[in-house]
């Protein structure tokens, strides 16, 4: 079987890893009240993702594009935990950048 591969940044290849997704997504979650079956789902999901690509390699970018998208939805303190660790922000205007837009989009959700 031909193992279904991930592009990090660098072009490095690596064989997809269904627990480092998920022990990531447990550790950006650490004391909030997010349920594991929830992440396990999550993990799940990023798998068929990559699993289901006709070339068999995805870009780690759009894993975890995909991942920040499920962590905004489910609770905004991980989000930016993983957020934070994922985009590696380089000052600390970049990282509020990125504040002020989950900020933005959930008034926009609440004005709703």
Same mark, same amino acid.
């Given at each position: 079987?031909?193992?279904?591969?991930?592009?990090? $940044?660098?072009?490095?290849? /690596?064989?997809?890893?269904? /627990?480092?997704?998920?022990?990531?997504?447990? $550790?950006?979650?650490?004391?909030?009240?997010?349920?594991?079956?929830?992440? /396990?789902?999550?993990?799940?999901?990023? /798998?068929?993702?990559?699993?289901?690509?006709?070339?068999?390699?995805?870009?780690?970018?759009?894993?975890?594009?995909?991942?920040?998208?499920?962590?905004?939805?489910?609770?905004?303190?991980?989000?930016?935990?993983?957020?934070?660790?994922?985009?590696?922000? $380089?000052?600390?205007?970049?990282?509020?950048?990125?504040? $002020?837009?989950?900020?933005?989009?959930?008034?926009?959700?609440?004005?709703?």
């Amino acid at each position: 079987q031909i193992p279904h591969l991930v592009v990090k $940044k660098d072009g490095r290849r /690596e064989r997809f890893d269904r /627990e480092k997704v998920l022990s990531r997504l447990i $550790k950006a979650c650490q004391k909030r009240a997010v349920p594991v079956k929830t992440l /396990e789902l999550i993990a799940d999901r990023v /798998e068929s993702m990559v699993q289901e690509s006709p070339d068999r390699e995805v870009p780690t970018v759009q894993v975890g594009e995909f991942l920040m998208e499920r962590l905004r939805e489910l609770d905004k303190v991980a989000f930016v935990r993983f957020a934070s660790v994922y985009r590696d922000f $380089k000052d600390v205007d970049q990282f509020m950048a990125t504040l $002020k837009g989950l900020l933005d989009s959930t008034r926009d959700t609440s004005d709703r």
